[in-house]
């Protein structure tokens, strides 16, 4: 069965049955695969069976000209050699866990008569509190710009705040208190770090309730504007809480869910600290042997955690039961010295925990599928239809969206290779143009969103979608003619006479040329894709726009919530605004406040 000269018969006949590692190499001696097992005779025999075989287990075995052996004391010494000789090899068979960096923490220099919060990654040699870890850098940049927004402790290198003798920027934008130059007391400044800390702990609810008792005593003392900070800052903390937190459960753990489709993996981990969701990371590791996703969870663990470099909570939740899950127990107790529990059967708030990891491990893999096979052969038809000599790399397109002429909004969003490129997306409130004047406000839009391209603020796009016909193009040809621009290509996509999905023309804004796509043409479908995009994007916003202003005297107008409950509801949420974003959960939480009143409530203020 093999093309090597290895006699795997005579190997099997005198290889131990004891528990240890094997290591698999080629004709060259180059490592192809390294795996444990606590029967080596019978692990190894499974590769040489008759039938039953995946086919990337025979393209393996055919390569193999030796194997060598390692005997261990215990299973969970095979592992971690395991682990090390993945690590230092990197065989081309083996799941390999390319992310090797330590994950950051945010940092609070609390021997400081100022501390600074700011973002660290390494060993804890410093003096003071560590909070995390965190997925990534962007999550610890997202909690600091929060946090920044919320109780303004300084972020400023200790060198920079010693020598400071008149507030900085930061001080301008209220985005710091100013301690370098004493615009605030040390009292004060503590009370702000006592804050910080209580929210990186996880203590949301002591912190809002304390934050609400702080807001009545500013109102009864006339004290306004204090009384709104504390205000801004409750609303601030309600949104965290409702994305981050589910009632009654606790502690520090890591939820980890591995999901199979196609030929690819994808494990999502989702990380929990004092019973807050911090953030999640999604990894695709590239499938060889392992076939089954407990055999891909059991893998990656084992890569992630045994190295040493990352925070190991005291428990595992994962989405399927692991082949040996005691013997990686062990292996990460000896390793790291810390017990372990994982646990794949769960009930309440983790079983959410682990449906939303699951879930995003779904929706992710899904996106990545969908992305590599749709978007490139639809790029590629683009460039054909519209005779590109290069592939184009980003699309915008803009549209417009109002009741009446009414609370106009225009939106842009933005395309890349890999489809909606979200965080670049914008909207614009128009204003000062005659309503339903739908060239003034593209106008507008364009004038407000290329200003700022021209000044390198944004990437150039390669083609600018503009829906509709010679009109729209022209006007914003016009638009565009006025500011300092490299070239690109505009194109309009006008509905077309019978004003039908399928049936769009395109009008190229450089030569005036009409393109009719056929309706299966992937080109036209990004086209569409890209449209309609703008359009949810477009109508959303001016809902948004338009529910606002309706909203405004809601709350006073239900049946049921009097003064007494309004003042709970507007201390509890900190605000209208807060109330509109919180769930029926939320709002029965408030004393008061029944199951049926909240979803009064919460219909209310969804209503047209």
């Known amino acids: 069965m093999s093309s090597t000269s290895f006699d795997h018969e005579t190997f099997l006949k005198h290889v131990t049955r004891k528990a240890g590692v094997y290591v698999m190499q080629d004709v060259a001696n180059e490592i192809l695969y390294v795996g444990k097992a606590k029967n080596l005779r019978n692990r190894l025999a499974s590769y040489f069976r008759a039938s039953g075989l995946a086919a990337k287990t025979m393209a393996l075995v055919e390569r193999i000209a030796h194997i060598d052996v390692t005997?261990?004391?215990?299973?969970?010494?095979?592992?971690?050699?395991?682990?090390?000789?993945?690590?230092?090899?990197?065989?081309?068979?083996?799941?390999?866990?390319?992310?090797?960096?330590?994950?950051?923490?945010?940092?609070?220099?609390?021997?400081?008569?100022?501390?600074?919060?700011t973002v660290h990654r390494?060993?804890?040699?410093?003096?003071?509190?560590?909070?995390?870890?965190?997925?990534?850098?962007?999550?610890?940049?997202?909690?600091?710009?929060?946090?920044?927004?919320?109780?303004?402790?300084?972020?400023?290198e200790d060198s920079y705040f010693a020598n400071r003798s008149r507030p900085c920027l930061q001080y301008q934008i209220n985005r710091c208190t100013g301690p370098c130059v004493n615009r605030i007391s040390a009292e004060d400044y503590a009370d702000d770090v006592r804050h910080t800390m209580m929210?990186?702990?996880?203590?949301?609810?002591?912190?809002?309730?304390?934050?609400?008792?702080?807001?009545?005593?500013?109102?009864?003392?006339?004290?306004?504007?204090?009384?709104?900070?504390y205000r801004d800052q409750i609303a601030h903390l309600q949104k965290v809480q409702a994305s981050q937190w589910i009632e009654g459960e606790g502690g520090d753990l890591d939820i980890v869910a591995a999901i199979i489709r196609a030929g690819q993996a994808c494990v999502q981990l989702l990380y929990v600290r004092a019973g807050r969701i911090l953030g999640s990371r999604s990894y695709y590791p590239k499938l060889h042997l392992?076939?089954?996703?407990?055999?891909?969870?059991?893998?990656?663990?084992?890569?992630?955690?045994?190295?040493?470099?990352?925070?190991?909570?005291?428990?595992?939740?994962?989405?399927?039961e692991l082949p040996e899950p005691d013997t990686l127990v062990a292996a990460l107790r000896e390793a790291?010295?810390?017990?372990?529990?994982?646990?794949?059967?769960?009930?309440?708030?983790?079983?959410?925990?682990?449906?939303?990891?699951?879930?995003?491990?779904?929706?992710?893999?899904?996106?990545?599928?969908?992305?590599?096979?749709?978007?490139?052969?639809?790029?590629?038809?683009?460039?054909?239809?519209?005779?590109?000599?290069?592939l184009p790399q980003r699309l915008e397109c803009f549209d417009i969206s109002h009741s009446g002429g009414e609370l106009t909004v225009a939106s842009?969003?933005?395309?890349?290779?890999?489809?909606?490129?979200?965080?670049?997306?914008?909207?614009?409130?128009?204003?000062?143009?005659?309503?339903?004047d739908d060239y003034a406000a593209m106008a507008q839009?364009?004038?407000?969103?290329?200003?700022?391209?021209?000044?390198?603020?944004?990437?150039?796009?390669?083609?600018?979608?503009?829906?509709?016909?010679?009109?729209?193009?022209?006007?914003?040809?016009?638009?565009?003619?006025?500011?300092?621009?490299?070239?690109?290509?505009?194109?309009?996509?006008?509905?077309?006479?019978?004003?039908?999905a399928g049936m769009e023309v395109l009008i190229r804004g450089d030569n005036g040329k009409e393109l009719r796509l056929p309706p299966n043409s992937p080109a036209l479908h990004l086209i569409q894709h890209v449209r309609d995009e703008s359009h949810r994007f477009a109508i959303t916003a001016h809902k948004n726009r338009r529910d606002k202003k309706r909203r405004q005297s809601t709350l006073d107008s239900i049946p049921g919530v009097g003064a007494q409950r309004r003042k709970a509801l507007l201390r509890q949420f900190g605000g209208l605004q807060g109330i509109v974003a919180a769930s029926v959960e939320d709002l029965?939480?408030?004393?008061?406040?029944?199951?049926?009143?909240a979803q009064d409530i919460y219909e209310s203020l969804r209503s047209e």
């Open 412 to 436: 842009c969003v933005v395309f890349d290779g890999n489809g909606p490129l979200k965080s670049d997306y914008r909207q614009f409130n128009i204003e000062g143009i005659t309503g339903g």
């Open 588 to 597: 029965s939480r408030v004393p008061g406040i029944s199951r049926k009143l």
């Open 199 to 229: 929210f990186l702990e996880g203590k949301n609810a002591s912190l809002i309730a304390e934050l609400g008792d702080k807001m009545e005593q500013a109102s009864e003392q006339l004290a306004f504007e204090e009384a709104a900070t």
């Open 71 to 117: 005997v261990t004391a215990t299973e969970g010494e095979a592992l971690l050699l395991e682990q090390n000789l993945i690590k230092q090899y990197k065989p081309p068979y083996n799941i390999l866990l390319r992310d090797d960096k330590s994950y950051p923490y945010i940092y609070l220099s609390t021997q400081h008569n100022y501390p600074r919060i």
């Open 122 to 156: 390494g060993a804890k040699s410093k003096q003071g509190r560590y909070f995390g870890p965190y997925p990534n850098a962007s999550s610890v940049r997202e909690s600091l710009n929060l946090l920044q927004k919320v109780f303004k402790v300084r972020q400023c």
């Open 445 to 500: 839009a364009l004038q407000r969103r290329y200003k700022r391209v021209a000044a390198g603020e944004y990437p150039v796009p390669d083609i600018l979608l503009i829906d509709g016909g010679k009109g729209q193009l022209n006007a914003a040809k016009e638009t565009l003619a006025e500011l300092s621009l490299p070239e690109f290509l505009v194109v309009g996509v006008a509905k077309g006479v019978e004003r039908r």
């Open 336 to 390: 790291r010295g810390q017990k372990l529990v994982i646990s794949h059967r769960v009930r309440a708030g983790r079983a959410k925990w682990l449906s939303l990891a699951e879930t995003a491990a779904e929706q992710n893999l899904g996106n990545r599928l969908a992305t590599q096979a749709n978007f490139q052969e639809r790029y590629e038809a683009l460039q054909e239809a519209l005779e590109l000599d290069e």
């Open 290 to 320: 392992e076939e089954s996703e407990a055999e891909v969870l059991e893998a990656f663990i084992a890569q992630y955690y045994l190295n040493g470099i990352r925070d190991l909570p005291g428990e595992l939740i994962v989405n399927r």
